[in-house]
């Protein structure tokens, strides 16, 4: 997908004029923009939803289907059945925040091609929407689209973001969450999330006998693809950072190995030869090691390993379990779990295994823990009683539980660190795994749709 | 025995330990039926193949011990089960085993496979102090993913904190 940054007004004269002078045009109209902004900004009040608030955050926004100047043909469908899929889209995403209130594509009235650098500003407060998103949906003429969406404020009358991108139209649920993401941005302050993918466990069967497959799909639930066909329980999956690889467990000849699998190619490997069981990797955020637990003779300890294998290097060596280990953003710092105390709690460490210290004090246990991606919060399994979700800052401040229910497990975070999927387990014989995501409020809280029951939902990074 | 009579004894013991009160956790394979099974001589139905799975299960107090939760001590009781594991086992010196370790569902995914290794290293310790060669015995970690009681409850999880020792079929 091309991203085009800013997009230009859909009528203007240079619609035929060469890409890239397009994209220089479009990064004056920015700053053009952004002086008449910072010129009209101090007499009113702006839009902004914080994402940090509890209450009242329901932004009504409306998001009517794109326009097309003409539906054309597509592989994907007609320009004008895109443009209606892909409002819907954007307003799933923005609902799925829990930030917003969105009237989507069937709860307003279209709009024609001519108002979407035009808004009808006198008939949108009507509806109840604040905030307005438009965009259109228009044949390139070489086999691609160009998308572009447009967020107004109605009662400023005013435009506060826009973004194009040109892309093959099978991608086009792609532009859509690239729109809800320039929305979330400009409206919340905060990176965006929705253009991003999720690795995660598909199960059935019954309970003794779970089959297990590797499975991806987009963020929220779309183009979903299994990738192992569940002849070996498989566990644990993490994206590489540039999705290319996935590392996991697989119990491929029924010994507990971590393998790392191609998406391009299908082929997997084993990370690391070995006697011993291998489980619980991770990828570094440079893509360039696997952290790993390995169990010898019942002593469990965290290792790391280059991607293109070679020599490990162990990392922990106490008597005990050491497992579950994850880097900070800058790579510089572990967090890991251990039981060397007598129970599971949460330990920080430097990259190179030095200076290990327990932050974790609250009672209970603590298991699971996931470093955000902004670097400011840890994520973790708190076991006290029920299994809950919660998060500590990296030297064991602020703890917060997000989550309250019989089984909550293994949180992974979204690419701007504002929310968490992790897995809910039911009581009894036939207790099911579900995937479920909640932000940090602790309020926003919904299943992730998946077409067989689901769990260790890892979240990838933000796709470029 | 010929080689014929073999097959068939092996047969009656691969159906007997489909019988068996514990059968194994893990992914068994297709179910042998009678009407799949090589023609079986008079006599022979109900013979145990000395050395086999039916015969472990018939011989030892238990294939399994059990833990209390987050433990993985082996105590007089289990010692008891392993003692007579161990005397069997040191009648077929040519039979291979692997120890199975396993958790109970209230335990995150990543430690109960860490715990259920610890478990099966603590009874395959046990075994080599009473003369059991390592090299006999592999070990694997389910960790939750194989219960044995589906239930969510004490009893339920009680069962499913085990190491069991099991025979090639």
Partial sequence: ?464 | MNARLKLAALAAALAMAGCARKPPPELPPAPMTGQEQAPVEQGVENAIVPGSRADFLRSVPSDRILFDTDMYDVDDRDRAVLDGQAQWLQRYPNVRVTIEGHADERGTREYNLALGDRRANAAKNYLQSRGIAASRMTVISWGKERPEALGSDESAWAQNRRAVTVIPQ
């Avoid at chain 1, 955000?372 to 076991?383: C, E, H, N, Y």
């Fill in chain 1, 1 to 464: 997908m091309k991203d085009l940054g800013a997009m230009k007004q859909p009528d203007s004269r240079t619609h035929r004029a060469a890409l890239k002078g397009i994209r220089r045009l479009f990064v004056l109209a920015v700053a053009l923009i952004g002086a008449t902004l910072a010129i009209v900004e101090p007499a009113q009040a702006q839009l902004s939803v914080d994402v940090t608030d509890e209450s009242g955050n329901d932004m009504v926004i409306a998001v009517p289907g794109l326009a097309t100047p003409e539906s054309v043909g597509t592989a994907a469908g007609s320009t004008d059945a895109l443009g209606r899929q892909i409002g819907d889209v954007i307003a799933a995403d923005l609902r799925g925040s829990g930030l917003f209130r969105p009237l989507g594509p069937s709860a307003v009235r279209a709009i024609a091609y001519s108002e979407v650098t035009a808004p009808a500003f006198d008939y949108w407060p009507g509806t109840g929407a604040v905030a307005l998103v438009q965009g259109f949906v228009r044949d390139n003429k070489d086999g691609r689209l160009m998308v572009g969406c447009y967020l107004y404020d109605v009662a400023l009358r005013q435009e506060l973001t826009r973004q194009g991108f040109l892309i093959v139209p099978g991608e086009w649920r792609r532009a859509a969450h690239k729109c809800a993401d320039a929305i979330y941005a400009r409206l919340t302050g905060e990176s965006p999330f929705f253009d991003s993918r999720i690795a995660y466990v598909a199960e059935s069967g019954p309970k003794d006998r779970r089959v297990k497959r590797l499975a991806i799909m987009d963020s929220d639930g779309a183009n979903h693809r299994f990738l192992t066909n569940g002849q070996s329980v498989v566990l644990t999956p993490r994206f590489s950072p540039d999705y290319k690889q996935i590392v996991y467990l697989s119990y491929v000849e029924r010994r507990p190995r971590i393998y790392v699998y191609d998406i391009g190619t299908g082929r997997q490997r084993v990370v690391t030869e070995s006697a011993n069981p291998t489980f619980a990797p991770r990828f570094s955020p440079d893509g360039r090691f696997i952290l790993y637990s390995m169990a010898v003779n019942g002593n469990t300890d965290i290792y790391r390993v280059p991607i293109g294998g070679g020599a490990s290097t162990r990392l922990t060596n106490s008597p005990g379990i050491d497992v579950g280990g994850s880097y900070s953003p800058d790579g510089s710092r572990i967090i890991f779990e251990s039981d060397r105390s007598g129970s599971q709690q949460l330990y920080v460490m430097n990259s190179d295994g030095s200076n290990q210290r327990r932050i974790s004090f609250g009672g209970g246990r603590y298991a699971t823990p996931e470093w955000s991606p902004r670097g400011d919060l840890i994520a973790f399994t708190k076991i006290a009683g029920n299994f809950r979700v919660g998060v500590m800052t990296p030297d064991g401040g602020g703890e917060r539980l997000l989550t309250d229910s019989w089984q909550d497990e293994a949180p992974s975070w979204s690419p701007n660190g504002r929310v968490i999927q992790f897995f809910r387990t039911s009581q009894g014989r036939a207790g099911k795994s579900s995937v479920w995501q909640v932000d940090l409020t602790g309020t926003n809280e919904r299943r992730i749709p998946t077409p067989l029951d689901g769990s260790d939902p890892a979240w990838g990074p933000l796709l470029p």
